[in-house]
């Protein structure tokens, strides 16, 4: 079962999907934090999302800031506490843009 906003990605602009979801090779940084060459942008997020909860890198006065850690710090381009809006933004920085 796809989440509504994935099924109106799919059916709006295919490309956009696509984008998420091809394997990339990574740069680095990424290579380091992930343990892994390629992954998907998609899967990227998913694995910082799921660092930041493992080690419960969340403020707990305020869970839409994350306090970065250094290995957090490496792919969130050096920031010490950011806001979970930006993660997104920030991840996609270390993908290259695809041609049209």
């Given at each position: 079962m796809?989440p509504?906003?994935m ?63 250094e ?30």
């Amino acid at each position: 079962m796809l989440p509504q906003r994935m099924k109106k990605v799919m059916t709006d602009n295919p490309k956009k999907l696509a984008n998420l979801i091809d394997l990339v090779n990574l740069p680095s940084t990424l290579r380091e934090f992930m343990g892994q060459s390629q992954t998907s942008r998609l899967g990227c997020f998913r694995r910082v999302w799921s660092y930041i909860k493992e080690n419960n890198l969340q403020d707990p006065n305020n869970k839409n800031l994350v306090n970065c850690d250094e290995k957090l710090k490496s792919v969130l381009l050096g920031k010490p506490q950011v806001e979970l809006t930006e993660l997104p933004t920030l991840i996609k920085l270390h993908f290259p843009k695809q041609p049209r």
